[in-house]
Antibody, heavy 124, light 103 residues
Framework: EVQLVESGGGLVQPGGSLRLSCAAS????????MNWVRQAPGKGLEWISE????????YYAESVKGRFTISRDNAKKLLYLQLNSLRPEDTAVYYC?????????????????WGRGTLVSVSS | DFQMTQSPSTLSASVGDRVTITCRAS??????LAWYQQKPGKAPKLLIY???TLESGVPSRFSGSGSGTEFTLTISSLQPDDFATYYC?????FGQGTKVEIK
């Protein structure tokens, strides 16, 4: 089955750290750029990070730059997000999402596969 | 900064209604826009990609149009399963969302 499954969320104190994982199955993981998107309670979707298929490039939203680190292990078909210096405003459901390749002369296709998400709560 | 402005934020409609949601980009994005449906407690579901292409398995009552900076998502005849929140997206930027409620 083609799917993404996140894990690693939980309750953490402000200033703490967590490592989220996203396990891919049913497709050639190394062919795809991968993303993390989060959603605070009752709020909209916020893109936070992307990594290219070969890990050569990483991109971050300003809200997490310098605190979060994205990485991947193509052999294990795993995507990671290291969350450091956590703040209460980082409380959200974190989704991993696969980006479908767009091809030449194409701005963007879509995030065509999403996991169910993992909840990160930052509170003292 | 690049922005996507989605409207309305809330829409009240009845079963059978034709519904239109608009997304405006702060600069031209050609046809690089996707639309998603999200229900409470669930992950977003892709409906439309490249502004107007229907994702496999999505009912044909959903359609997308536009290019450049103005885009629309249309539901031709609203069904009970369609009451949800809808988001537009240009890669790293999502619209604010439109909640479609029962009138």
């Amino acid at each position: 089955e083609v799917q993404l499954v996140e894990s690693g969320g939980g309750l953490v104190q402000p200033g703490g750290s967590l490592r989220l994982s996203c396990a891919a199955s049913g497709f050639i993981f190394s062919d795809y750029e991968m993303n993390w998107v989060r959603q605070a309670p009752g709020k909209g979707l916020e893109w936070i990070s992307e990594i290219t298929s070969d890990s050569e490039m990483e991109y971050y939203a300003e809200s997490v730059k310098g605190r979060f680190t994205i990485s991947r292990d193509n052999a294990k078909k795993l995507l990671y997000l290291q969350l450091n210096s956590l703040r209460p405003e980082d409380t959200a459901v974190y989704y991993c999402a696969r980006e479908r390749p767009c091809g030449d002369d194409c701005y963007f296709d879509a995030f065509d596969l999403w996991g169910r998400g993992t909840l990160v709560s930052v509170s003292s | 900064d690049f922005q996507m402005t989605q409207s309305p934020s809330t829409l009240s409609a009845s079963v059978g209604d034709r519904v239109t949601i608009t997304c405006r980009a702060s600069q031209s994005i050609s046809s690089g826009l996707a639309w998603y449906q999200q229900k409470p407690g669930k992950a977003p579901k892709l409906l439309i990609y490249k502004a107007s292409t229907l994702e496999s398995g999505v009912p044909s009552r959903f359609s997308g149009s536009g290019s450049g900076t103005e885009f629309t998502l249309t539901i031709s005849s609203l069904q009970p399963d369609d009451f949800a929140t809808y988001y537009c997206q240009q890669e790293w930027t999502f619209g604010q969302g439109t909640k479609v409620e029962i009138k």
